[in-house]
């Protein structure tokens, strides 16, 4: 069982619709990132959490340390929102050690 | 551009070739990693650099070896490397310690071991 799971694996949805990205995981964390890769393959930094909630224009990210669960939101979706959009946590422990990935989620945001 | 650069953007090499890929970052970070991305997994953490001293070896093989002059450059060297190997290897970098944690990644190479 992979340490950080995410739902679902596939969303489409139709332009205007909100959107939920559900991550969970099952270590002790000191930060939890939300990240998103496009076609082509490079990966950019949506939100770093580590307690409560975070807000940038449309998106909205919260994490509820006790339940080990975080949520990204996107508010009024748009086509260019399509990616994959991966929950990604730093273990607690301190120092490099790299982070642990879900496997992604697959949105598609039709017109 | 998002301060961490990674050249080649593509490379296509024989399982015979010897290639290096290589990282660059220009945002003061102290910490640099790879990463390899296959098709339907998860990224996988293959080295971190700390201070340019290696702190992690994921148990990587030894055909991908690791080199950091210092800490704004990373290379990973590539040799005998079979067709599996093929994935998008992608650098980052962290500022750890203090009062501030940035991570951000570059845009990845293409690999295909043919």
């Known amino acids: 069982k992979n340490e950080v799971e995410q739902s679902p694996q596939n969303l489409t949805a139709q332009e205007g619709e909100f959107i939920t990205i559900n991550c969970s995981y099952s270590v002790g964390i000191s930060a939890l990132h939300w990240l998103q890769q496009h076609p082509g393959g490079g990966i950019v930094s949506l939100f770093m959490l580590s307690s409560g909630k975070k807000k940038h224009g449309r998106l909205i990210a919260t994490i509820n340390i006790q339940e080990k669960h975080s949520s990204l939101h996107i508010t009024a979706s748009h086509p260019r929102d399509s990616a994959v959009y991966i929950c990604?946590?730093?273990?607690?422990?301190?120092?490099?050690?790299?982070?642990?990935f879900g496997k992604g989620t697959h949105l598609i945001i039709q017109p | 551009e998002t301060g961490v650069t990674q050249t080649p953007r593509h490379l296509v090499m024989g399982m015979t070739n010897k290639k290096s890929l290589k990282c660059e970052q220009h945002l003061g970070h102290n910490a640099m990693y790879w990463y390899k991305q296959s098709a339907k997994k998860p990224l996988e953490l293959m080295f971190v650099?700390?201070?340019?001293?290696?702190?992690e070896n994921n148990s990587v093989p030894s055909r991908f070896s690791p080199e950091c002059p210092n800490s704004s450059h990373l290379f990973l060297h590539l040799h005998t490397l079979q067709p599996e190997d093929s994935a998008l290897y992608l650098c980052?970098?962290?500022?750890?310690?203090?009062?501030?944690?940035?991570?951000?990644f570059g845009s990845g190479t293409r690999l295909t071991v043919v």
């Open positions: 980052a970098s962290s500022q750890e310690g203090g009062t501030s944690y940035g991570y951000t």
């Open positions: 990604a946590v730093r273990k607690s422990g301190g120092g490099a050690d790299g982070l642990t």
């Open positions: 650099y700390n201070f340019k001293e290696q702190t």
